[in-house]
């Protein structure tokens, strides 16, 4: 595909997004998830809906046998415990395309420092809200940050906030930083992408964050060489799903359901003429 001037166009961005999607539904990658408690079952239904056959397993004693058998690995630290610490850096060190997910980052000394030690394994992806990736970059934790108005997994920033944060972040680490927000900005750096599909009730849904990073997951085993590109679809391609299920839903509760069903049902003209993804910079 053209990777030039036509990249900037946003029927160039709907194409791609339906063709990863595709790619994820002929190809079934198997998706390793090491994720928080709350969020296993959201994720591995998303990853089902998209296609992709999700597996979430965490034990220390099979995570370097398994991990380097799938297609890529998710790491999510939401609920994370000192016990699941050497698995997530197992798995992250198989050798597969891998998302790291680093939900309340800047809750304990523990967990950020955690959280820095699996950035230098390289992940693909960092996906986190503004608040999360503001943390990383600065690498504060809740000592740093008390008095302020941190609010534990849930965004007390908007994505735009955090925009510097991750271009440097993502300088600083060489992984694609994707700040999730009513615009969600995905960047390696240098470029930045601006996808704004979505609908602020999915914020009333625990773990949606936690299901699109699954998702990015999912994209980045059959894009493993365009994490950007990758981490982009997915996200609109979930914000999508959510536009289309608040059609149907009363609240979070039923949006969770709807959004699900939209994900499984998308097909290639409402991918193509509903995902709004641009190039921001
Ligand atoms: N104001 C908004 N308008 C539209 N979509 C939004 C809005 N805020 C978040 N989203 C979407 O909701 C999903 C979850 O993003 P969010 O930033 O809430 O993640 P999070 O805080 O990490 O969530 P969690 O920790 O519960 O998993 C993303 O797909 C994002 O695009
Ligand atoms: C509520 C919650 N607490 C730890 S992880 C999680 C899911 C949203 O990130
Ligand atoms: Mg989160």
Redesign the pocket.
């Known amino acids: 595909m053209d990777d030039g001037e036509e990249r900037k166009s946003p029927a160039w961005w709907g194409r791609r997004a339906w063709e990863l999607l595709s790619a994820v539904r002929a190809r079934a990658p198997l998706v390793q998830c090491i994720t928080n408690l709350v969020?296993m079952d959201i994720a591995a239904n998303a990853l089902l809906a998209a296609g992709a056959s999700p597996a979430m397993l965490h034990c220390i004693r099979e995570v370097p046998e398994f991990a380097p058998r799938c297609d890529s690995v998710c790491v999510n630290v939401?609920t994370l415990s000192e016990g699941w610490l050497p698995s997530m850096r197992a798995a992250a060190s198989a050798g597969r395309p891998w998302v790291l997910?680093p939900?309340a980052a800047a809750a304990s000394k523990f967990r950020m420092e955690a959280c820095l030690s699996l950035l230098d394994l390289r992940p693909a992806v960092v996906r986190?809200?503004?608040s999360?990736i503001l943390a990383l970059a600065s690498r504060s934790s809740a000592a740093a940050a008390a008095g302020s108005n941190f609010k534990g997994?849930?965004?007390s920033h908007d994505?735009g906030d955090a925009l510097q944060a991750a271009k440097a972040l993502a300088q600083s680490t060489g992984s694609v930083i994707a700040v999730?927000?009513?615009v969600?900005y995905i960047t390696d750096g240098e470029q930045v992408v601006g996808?704004s599909?979505?609908?602020?009730l999915?914020?009333k849904?625990?773990?949606?964050?936690?299901?699109?990073t699954a998702l990015i997951t999912a994209f980045v085993a059959v894009e493993p060489s365009d994490a950007l590109v990758a981490a982009a679809c997915a996200?609109a391609i979930?914000?999508l799903a959510?536009e289309i299920g608040m059609e149907s839903a009363k609240g979070p509760a039923s949006l969770r359901m709807h959004l699900i069903d939209a994900l499984y049902g998308l097909d290639e003209q409402t991918v193509t003429s509903r995902v709004k993804i641009s190039i921001e910079s």
């Not at 599909?197 to 602020?200: I, K, R, S």
């Not at 849904?205 to 699109?212: L, S």
């Open positions: 969020s939401g997910d939900v986190g809200n503004a999360e997994v849930d965004s994505s999730s927000g009513a969600d996808a599909n979505g609908v602020a999915m914020q849904i625990t773990a949606t964050g936690c299901a699109v996200l979930f914000g959510g």
